[in-house]
């Protein structure tokens, strides 16, 4: 057996790299001529994806309260159809099935309920919801009206990502039994955060956005979704602190959020420790996870420092190549391109428009979405009390 085959051989059986190649990353695109028609909410993100290049979709409407971003995504998604505001969508727009949602982050489980209850299926934008009583309205809202909800979490489809996914399912990295997961995302010069107000911590009259301030545990699922993306499991229990400063980004905010940076500790389901960060005050930038089994450990690139490396236990580390994802046929040929975070939002895209042909529920769906969501809302107020352990309650299914 070569090296490089070596590698893979591990625990439940015998997995070369044209077998962990040949994996599929997700069902294939169905082939039919049905047409979805997606209306869509939100165009700053929103604009990133390429849901109008899919054959069985069709952006018929699009809407933001700015006028210069709502013909940014008519011409993007080349739609002839655009709303000064989501509300009059809803209420004009007689032909949608459904919708994709890239408000701000406190606006999503609110245009969820009122696009389910026009009976239309939705995709929305991370974060899942911010408060624990919008995660049992989410699941609520999606229970009663039984259409199909799906979290567009990035992490999901980063390559790294979908490598664990598969090394965790083929059993060559054996028991996971610790992960790290790091999103990092710093807010850059602290003194152009108080002065630039072109910067996304700004609405366009100059007032202070969404973004200005938020506690970096509540916007967890970018960590989160590298766990309950890859062995599924739930997280239980957190214990969390933080660390902040005096700037106004801290000492005036809507939130009364303290924090820059948050670390926690949480356990699994399975009693798995998991160690996650989310910063906003560091130099460092970016998502991935390390994870670590009985069989091996899997590492995501630490900005460019080193590539992806996989180490078998008792061997040495060795770079990751891998496969080319975008050949896989979940992705309709008119799609595969490169796209953002990781490349991940052609993935998101597709998955999202082939599970509504497929009449099937897409990846991501609203308990996922919970459980990528609701530990990190946990977190925050363990790191408030000092870092004391608490129980982190379940949204899933009864
Ligand atoms: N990697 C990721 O998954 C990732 C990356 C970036 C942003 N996001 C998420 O995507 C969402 C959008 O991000 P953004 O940077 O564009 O935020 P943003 O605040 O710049 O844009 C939100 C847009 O929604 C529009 N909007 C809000 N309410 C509306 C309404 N009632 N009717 C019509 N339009 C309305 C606003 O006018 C605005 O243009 C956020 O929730 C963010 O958390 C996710």
């Known amino acids: 057996m070569r090296r490089r085959e070596m590698l893979y051989a591990a625990g439940g059986g015998l997995l070369s790299p044209a077998s962990l190649a040949a994996m599929q990353v997700g069902r294939a695109a169905p082939s039919s001529s049905k047409k ?3 209306g869509i909410v939100g165009g700053g993100f929103g604009t990133q994806f390429s849901f109008h290049e899919h054959p069985n979709c069709t952006v018929t409407a699009v809407t933001d309260l700015r006028a210069d971003r709502r013909a940014r995504m008519q ?20 032909r949608l099935d459904a919708v994709a949602i890239f408000s701000g982050a406190l606006d999503h489980v609110k245009h969820v309920e009122a696009a389910m209850n026009r009976g239309l299926h ?55 039994f610790y992960s790290e997961i ?7 010069d602290l003194g152009e955060l108080v002065e630039n107000k072109k910067t996304r911590f700004y609405e366009p009259d100059g007032s202070r956005s969404w973004r200005w301030g938020l506690a970096p ?7 989160l979704g590298f766990v309950v993306g890859v062995t599924r499991e739930r997280i239980r229990s957190v214990s969390a602190l933080g660390w902040g400063s005096q700037h106004p980004y801290l000492t005036e905010n809507r939130y009364k959020n303290p924090y820059w940076n948050e670390s926690a500790l949480m356990e699994t389901d399975k009693g798995h420790m998991v160690r996650c960060n989310v910063f906003w ?26 590539g992806d490396l ?8 060795e770079a990751v190549k891998y496969p080319d994802y975008l050949q896989d046929k979940m992705i309709p040929p008119s ?7 990781g490349g991940s939002h052609v993935f998101l895209s597709a998955e999202f428009i082939n599970a509504l042909v497929e009449d099937r529920k897409p990846v991501i769906d609203v308990y996922d979405a919970l459980a990528m969501m609701v530990p990190g809302i946990i977190a925050h107020q363990s790191a408030l009390k000092g870092g004391e352990r608490m129980k982190v309650p379940s949204f899933d299914k009864a």
Not at 217 to 223: D, E, G
Not at 310 to 317: E, G, I, P, V
Request: glycine fraction near 10%.
């Open 281 to 306: 005050l560091v130099g460092e930038d970016g998502e991935r996870a390390n994870w670590y089994g009985s069989n091996g450990t899997l590492y995501m690139a630490n900005t460019g420092r080193h």
């Open 36 to 38: 979805i028609r997606l």
């Open 122 to 176: 939705v995709y929305c934008a991370v974060p899942t919801c911010q408060t624990l009583d919008e995660a049992a309205r989410l699941k609520s809202v999606v229970e009663r009206t039984g259409l199909k909800y799906m979290l567009g979490e990035t992490s999901y489809y980063r390559p790294g990502c979908i490598h664990a996914r598969h090394l965790h399912d083929s059993g060559a990295l054996g028991e996971i």
């Open 335 to 341: 799609m595969r391109h490169a796209s953002g975070h």
């Open 75 to 94: 011409q993007v998604f080349r739609c002839d159809t655009a709303y000064p505001s989501y509300e009059e969508m809803l209420k004009q727009e007689k």
């Open 182 to 188: 790091n999103y990092y995302h710093d807010r850059g």
């Open 217 to 223: 545990m509540q916007y967890p699922t970018h960590c």
């Open 310 to 317: 996989f180490q078998k236990r008792l061997s040495k580390a």
